[in-house]
């Protein structure tokens, strides 16, 4: 079934998925990692409840990573406008009005799906 939209494919899906439920090694494999995660987790989660000062140095750790990474976007989007800008000063002045605003839809089409995706 080459052909993803053969009408038939609803049931090779349903027919594959029936296979991946009779593979009982994957299961236990599934299960035994899902209970290694979970026991992995308390041990933390116990690790840093007895350790509030630790606890509270990873929670400062995180949140400045997060900011880092903001940051970062921050700047990439301040050099990405800095190169259109340079691109357009560097245009003929007859083509530069035509693109500037071709430019500017673009930034705001992408800005608007970041947004999108954020919220």
């Given at each position: 079934?080459?052909?993803?939209?053969?009408?038939?494919?609803?049931?090779?899906?349903?027919?594959?998925?029936?296979?991946d439920?009779l593979?009982?090694?994957?299961?236990?494999?599934?299960?035994?990692?899902?209970?290694v995660?979970?026991?992995?987790?308390?041990?933390?989660?116990?690790?840093?409840?007895?350790?509030?000062?630790?606890?509270?140095?990873?929670?400062?750790?995180?949140?400045g990573?997060l900011?880092?990474?903001?940051?970062?976007?921050?700047?990439?989007?301040?050099?990405?406008?800095?190169?259109?800008?340079?691109?357009?000063?560097?245009?003929?002045?007859?083509?530069?009005?035509k693109?500037?605003?071709?430019?500017?839809?673009?930034?705001?089409?992408?800005?608007?799906?970041?947004?999108?995706?954020?919220?």
């Amino acid at each position: 079934m080459a052909d993803d939209s053969s009408p038939g494919e609803p049931l090779a899906t349903l027919l594959k998925g029936s296979r991946d439920l009779l593979n009982p090694e994957e299961i236990v494999r599934e299960a035994i990692r899902d209970v290694v995660k979970d026991e992995i987790r308390h041990h933390l989660e116990k690790t840093l409840k007895d350790d509030p000062k630790l606890a509270h140095d990873l929670r400062e750790g995180v949140r400045g990573l997060l900011e880092a990474r903001a940051m970062e976007y921050a700047a990439l989007l301040r050099v990405g406008a800095l190169t259109a800008r340079l691109g357009l000063a560097a245009v003929p002045e007859e083509l530069r009005s035509k693109l500037t605003a071709e430019v500017v839809e673009l930034f705001s089409r992408e800005l608007g799906q970041i947004v999108e995706k954020s919220l």
